[in-house]
């Protein structure tokens, strides 16, 4: 059997397995947008961080299997604290979301104490309990122009943190040191080098990219901004400025239109580590649970809650 042909039957059997399990055991599958094309496939439901942890609370399921990263996962059960959430793979982490620890961020709110501390849905439970309100990369502009005090923390990924710095020039920002390393990799010349390549074709990128990558972009938004943005525009082309993954969720709902990604490196390597294999192995297994100590949660939540008071 050649080893293609094998590859597509144990996939096979994969996806049978899993949904045996799935239907045995009344799990309900989420997937984020940068998940292996497979696992997005066999998701009962796709979407960004934010989004399937509400999605979660919505849910009848009691047993969710989060395939993302360990934040992402920790979000589900903050929200969801009576729900067992499985993470498929124990090491998914967030290189972002470790840039930001709970000591360094009591260091800089004692050096700024007027100050209100904003955190970004990309940090650990740990974090989000140390600061005063979350947001995402789609609602982060509407969170911080809806605080009080002028002064404001961002934590931790510094490019949105600048952006948001643009479009809030009455506040003052002091923007965590932190980044990306999937979208720090794209350049300006690397998107210039595309643009020439396919003319008829918009950029569009996340905030998390380069300031220099912004400024070549004719939309800036989250991953589910820009599937809703693709899925209204007439551009029939289109340069993906964020992590590959979201590609399969852009052509499956838009079959008719093309999309090229400026460089082979937009690939988030923690995202790409759930496969079908790992997936069968959490549910038969039911492992790995993620669950946050109630004093850390129940302080995280209150950060998630006031961004839905400030967002609804």
């Not at 989060?66 to 996962?73: D, H, I, L, S, W």
């Not at 289109?238 to 590959?244: A, D, H, M, S, V």
Request: proline share 4%; glycine share 4%.
């Amino acid at each position: 059997m050649l080893k293609a042909e094998f590859d597509l039957k144990y996939k096979e059997h994969l996806r049978r397995k899993i949904l045996d399990l799935k239907k045995k055991k009344g799990a309900l599958i989420v997937a984020h947008n940068y998940q292996r094309d497979e696992v997005q496939e066999i998701a009962d439901i796709t979407g960004d961080s934010y989004a399937l942890a509400r999605e979660v609370t919505k849910a009848k399921e009691k047993l969710v299997v989060f395939c993302g990263v360990k934040f992402m996962a920790e979000s589900a059960y903050i929200l969801n604290p009576k729900k067992t959430i499985l993470l498929p793979v124990e090491e998914a982490g967030c290189p972002l979301a470790d840039m930001a620890t709970v000591e360094k961020l009591r260091q800089k709110k004692e050096e700024y104490p007027e100050a209100a501390v904003v955190c970004y849905v990309n940090s650990t439970a740990a974090v989000k309990a140390e600061s005063d309100i979350c947001c995402t990369s789609s609602n982060a502009i509407k969170v911080v122009k809806s605080l009080k005090e002028d002064k404001v923390i961002f934590v931790p990924d510094k490019n949105l943190g600048r952006y948001v710095r643009e479009h809030v020039p009455d506040k003052e920002l002091i923007i965590w040191d932190g980044y990306c390393v999937v979208h720090m990799r794209l350049t300006r010349e690397e998107v210039i080098r595309t643009k020439k390549l396919y003319p008829d074709a918009e950029f569009i990128a996340h905030p998390e990219c380069r300031k220099e990558v912004l400024e070549e972009a004719d939309y800036i938004g989250s991953t589910a901004g820009m599937i809703k943005y693709v899925k209204e525009s007439p551009c029939r082309e289109f340069i993906i400025g964020t992590e590959i993954g979201i590609i399969y969720r852009l052509k499956r709902d838009n079959p008719d239109k093309k999309f090229y990604v400026p460089t082979e490196q937009f690939i988030c390597a923690n995202m790409k580590l759930t496969t079908l294999g790992w997936l069968a192995r959490s549910l038969e297994k039911m492992v790995y649970k993620v669950e946050v100590p109630e004093e850390i949660a129940s302080r995280a939540r209150k950060t998630l809650e006031r961004m839905l008071e400030v967002v609804k």
